[in-house]
Each structure stands twice: as structure tokens, then as C-alpha cells.
């Protein structure tokens, strides 16, 4: 069959295929400007490239267009390597060109990609010059370039802190991607999105962002998802479900070993992998990883990454016993948080504490709700050790109220025997129906067998707490969706679905989806 017959049947990938090994360069050029291709799937989007590396250097420069499609495609198919020099060739190329709209246009087009890989660097002040000049010279209609750009501003605006401007950046960007009907750009925005709930300890929320990332993904083929399935397995572990977490980030590391080494992602997930071995209680092998992890970011000069593993390695050495050598790597980064655990292993829980309240207020003034939360978390630890039980008391029931509605768990049980005492302490003091059942559920994580009835409940005394996984498919139970359309949307099998929902019913002591939902609302689940 005819290129002219697949274009006409609406076949645009098998059409361009065709025209490229016809060496139709117009047609096949067209083909991949009309916004009838995939370009968001990797496969599409290899064999894009590799019809454009294959080309010869002077047909490129009569159409620097293709220069810049041959950058963005390499981006896309997660290498940075030669990308900047595409970008000077298109430049070049289009130096005698008159400067109308189109050329206008492309100008904007190689400032996004710019921006992209001036993110991608870690350099967010060269990444918001570049996305404000694609913004100024792109064409008003040229909506995926615009709103690439304008993810670049709400993922600058991350990395700089200000987390209110990229909330706000990356909902606009989802509105313009849904407008002009391209998903790649929507999937990133909403991943942001996510990655911003997560921040705000919005745990439940965030999960079903980072599903709807992924379900977007995988719509159009193999999920490459590496940052939607990292979110998921810190969700995950933070609901002490290891298992799940460990999948997806198993997961995540595969995808992100498949990018350029210039781009760190595999150094996250070797982190994240890192910590959950110690979670499990393997140690020796946290700390192997730790220090090849170590070994990939001074090699590869990832030093904005050095101070996340020199904050594992720091809880790895403390398990360890060498007070000294994490002693001496706090004094190498800027981190609050690992100095008081230091301090706090050293025996000096006033200075721990003189540590910890700066940092506190700093988090409060900047609105990073997650930080703040850890800092109140370890500050009720380094009151415990000063002996002040009724300030300790009072800051971990502020700490409760705001962790319990993210259903947190790790947060509190990673902190050890102090927290546990404190929890013990506080099991049968005031406080809310929904707080005195969260610390029922936290000591029942630290193994702990004392049974919480209020009376208002009743409760068989072998009631086992939801897993997270467990929670997560109740919530798509309490929305409507069956069986099949939950495992669709989690990546399950039918079977496994039902397994789960068997589980979930004879935890909650019911028969059906409706007496589960009314269940779970009166145990506070939902």
C-alpha cells in the first residue's frame, strides 16, 4: 500500500514510515508537523530520530525546522548528549532567513528546548530566562511549545522553593495542553502537580495525580512514567506498605537507567531503594548501595543530588553506630535535619533542639509543609530526650492532626522506641475520634498488640488496619468504579483486584461495597 493511501486512512505513523524510506523528506516533514503522530510515544519518537540522524547535514540546514524537531525528539527519548548542538546548527541554518512569524516562531521553539535543558541541569534562573523567551517569541497558536514552556516556569518555580507559583504555573499549563488536544505536556504538568500535593503532605490526593499521569501514559502505549511511579513508592512507603513501594520504585529505576547518564534520575531511586533496605532493617546493604550511589553522582558531577545521599548515608551510619562519621558528613552539607539526629545520638538534645527551631520557622515562613512536618516530628523526639513530656505531648498532637489526614506512618515508626513511647503514652489521652484511632493504627505498625475500642465502635479485637494499597482501592470502591476499572487504572489483574477486595471486606468485618464505604467513613478511613 501507498504512503498516499495510509495518510488517507488516517494512518499517519505507517505514512511516515513510508515517506521516509521513500526519502519523501517533504512528505515525511509534514507528516510529523501535522499533529496527527504520536510524537509522545517513545517509539514514534525513535523513529523519528533515527530518520533524522540518518539524514544528510545539508538537507538539515535548508530546513532547520528538522534541526530542531531532531533536538526535541532527543530530549524526548531521554538523551541530552548533542541536543544544544542541534540547536546551534538550526541557528545557524536560519541566520539569512527573513524574520516573519514562522522564523519568530522556531526562535521560541529552540528557547523551550533550552529552558527544558537548562532544568534538567539544575540551573532554574537560566531555566526561567529561556521559557520567558520562548513565551515572548513563540506564535500565540503554537500551544504545545507554549505550554512546555510555561511547565518550565512551574518546575523552576519548585526548585526555588516557591511552590505556590509552580502550583499555580502547572494548572494553567494543564488548562493550555487540554486545549490544544497534545497529552505529553499535560502528563508533565500533572506529574508537577503531583509532586506539589505530595509537598503539601496531600498523600491521597498526589496518589491519584500520579495514577492519572500514568493512565494518560499508558493510554498511548508502554507507561514511561519513572517520576510518577518514584511519587507513588514514597506514597506507598510512607503508608508502610514496603512491598508496593518497592515495585514501583523498581519500576522507576528501570525507566530512568534507560535516560542519558547526563540526566540523575537513577541517582533518586537508589536512594529511595537505599532507604527502604534500611526500613526492612538490612543495613550492610543500604549502606553498599549508598556508597555506589556515592560513587555515580561524583563521577557523573550530580552535586545538587549530594545532599539527598549524604542524608541517607547519615541515617545509615547512626543504625550503624558511627556517631563520628555521620558527625562528620553533616558538617559537609547544609542539612538541618540529619545535624539534630546527630546531635540527638550524641546526647545533646538542647543543641538538637537549637537546631531544629530555625529550620521549623523556616519551613512555616516558605509554606513547605512536608519539611515542617518533619521538623515537628523530630522536635517532639529531641523534647522526650530533654524530659519535657508535656511539650513533647502537645507538639506530636499537632504533628498527629496534620499528618493523620495524608494516613502517614512511616514518618512516625522510622523515628524508633522514643516514638513508640510517646504514642503509648498518649493512646488513652484527649483528643479527637479520628487521632486516637490514627495512634491505634501507628502502634499497631510498631507491633504493638494493646487494642483501641472507643465505644462509640464496634470493633472485632482482631481488626487488622488497611494496607495502603487496600485504602487506595476502597477510595476507587467508595467513587463507583468496578472491579475491571479499578485494575485497569492501577495496572492489576481482575483477580487480584477481587483478592484485594475480599481482604478489605473481612478487615472491615462487612459483606458488601456499600456496608465497606459506611464502614470505612465510621472508622474515619475515608
Request: proline share 3%.
Amino acid at each position: 500500500m501507498s504512503t498516499v493511501w495510509y495518510e488517507a486512512n488516517g494512518l499517519e505513523t505507517e505514512a511516515f514510515h513510508h515517506a521516509a524510506a521513500a526519502n519523501d523528506i517533504e512528505r515525511a516533514e509534514r507528516l510529523i508537523e501535522g499533529g496527527r503522530m504520536p510524537l509522545h510515544s517513545l517509539g514514534v519518537v525513535t523513529a523519528i530520530l533515527d530518520w533524522l540522524d540518518s539524514l544528510p547535514k545539508t538537507v538539515l540546514d535548508v530546513r532547520p525546522r528538522l534541526w530542531v524537531r531532531s533536538a526535541t525528539s532527543t530530549l524526548m527519548a531521554g538523551r541530552t548528549t548533542g541536543v544544544e548542538e542541534k540547536l546551534q546548527a538550526a541557528e545557524k541554518a536560519m541566520q539569512n532567513a527573513d524574520p516573519d512569524d514562522k522564523t519568530r516562531d522556531l526562535i521560541g521553539q529552540i528557547a523551550a528546548i533550552r529552558a527544558t535543558l537548562a532544568l534538567l541541569r539544575y540551573q532554574p534562573e537560566e531555566t526561567i530566562v529561556q521559557a520567558r523567551r520562548a513565551l515572548e517569541t513563540l506564535h500565540a497558536d503554537n500551544l504545545p511549545f507554549r505550554s512546555r514552556a510555561i511547565w518550565t516556569l512551574g518546575f523552576a518555580h519548585q526548585l526555588q522553593g516557591d511552590r505556590a507559583a509552580a502550583r499555580q504555573v502547572y494548572t494553567e499549563a494543564i488548562s493550555i495542553r487540554q486545549a490544544s488536544g497534545n497529552i505529553y505536556l499535560t502528563i508533565l504538568a500533572t506529574t508537577g502537580l503531583g509532586q506539589i500535593q505530595e509537598s503539601e503532605n496531600q498523600l491521597c490526593q498526589a496518589a491519584e495525580t500520579y495514577q492519572r499521569s500514568v493512565q494518560l501514559l499508558s493510554d498511548q502505549g508502554p507507561p514511561n512514567a519513572s517520576e510518577e511511579f518514584l511519587g507513588l513508592a514514597r506514597i506507598y512507603y510512607e503508608w508502610n506498605d514496603l512491598d508496593t513501594a518497592e515495585q514501583y520504585a523498581q519500576q522507576s529505576l528501570q525507566l530512568a537507567r534507560q535516560y542519558d547518564r547526563a540526566v540523575d534520575r537513577f541517582v533518586i531511586c537508589e536512594v529511595f531503594l537505599a532507604r527502604l533496605k534500611l526500613a526492612r532493617g538490612d543495613v550492610a546493604e543500604a549502606a553498599a548501595m549508598l556508597a555506589e550511589t556515592e560513587q555515580s553522582v561524583r563521577q557523573s558531577n550530580f552535586v545538587q543530588r549530594m545532599p539527598e545521599v549524604a542524608a541517607a548515608q547519615v541515617l545509615t551510619l547512626l543504625r550503624q553506630g558511627d556517631v563520628a562519621a555521620a558527625a562528620r558528613l553533616v558538617q559537609t552539607h547544609d542539612l538541618p535535619i540529619s545535624r539534630a539526629r546527630v546531635l540527638l545520638a550524641q546526647g545533646d538534645a538542647v543543641k538538637a533542639l537549637a537546631a531544629l527551631e530555625p529550620w521549623r520557622r523556616q519551613t512555616e515562613e516558605k509554606g513547605w509543609q512536608d519539611e515542617r512536618l518533619k521538623a515537628m516530628v523530630l522536635q517532639t523526639v529531641a523534647l522526650h530526650a530533654h524530659g519535657d513530656e508535656d511539650k513533647a505531648a502537645q507538639l506530636l498532637a499537632e504533628a498527629l492532626a496534620l499528618a493523620e489526614p495524608g494516613g502517614f506512618i512511616r514518618l512516625f515508626i522510622d523515628e524508633g522506641p522514643p516514638m513508640a513511647e510517646l504514642l503509648t503514652r498518649m493512646k488513652d489521652e484527649g483528643g479527637t475520634l479520628r487521632v486516637k484511632e490514627y495512634i491505634h493504627k501507628l502502634l499497631a505498625a510498631f507491633g504493638h498488640q494493646e487494642e483501641f475500642h472507643p465505644s462509640s465502635l464496634i470493633l472485632h479485637p482482631s481488626f487488622e488496619p488497611l494496607s495502603g494499597r487496600e485504602l487506595e482501592i476502597l477510595v476507587l470502591i467508595t467513587r463507583g468504579l468496578s472491579n475491571r476499572e479499578i485494575g485497569e487504572r492501577l495496572f492489576l489483574a481482575l483477580d487480584t483486584v477481587k483478592g484485594h477486595n475480599r481482604r478489605i471486606f473481612d478487615k472491615l468485618q462487612v459483606q458488601s461495597r456499600t456496608e465497606a464505604i459506611a464502614r470505612a467513613r465510621e472508622l474515619g478511613l475515608l
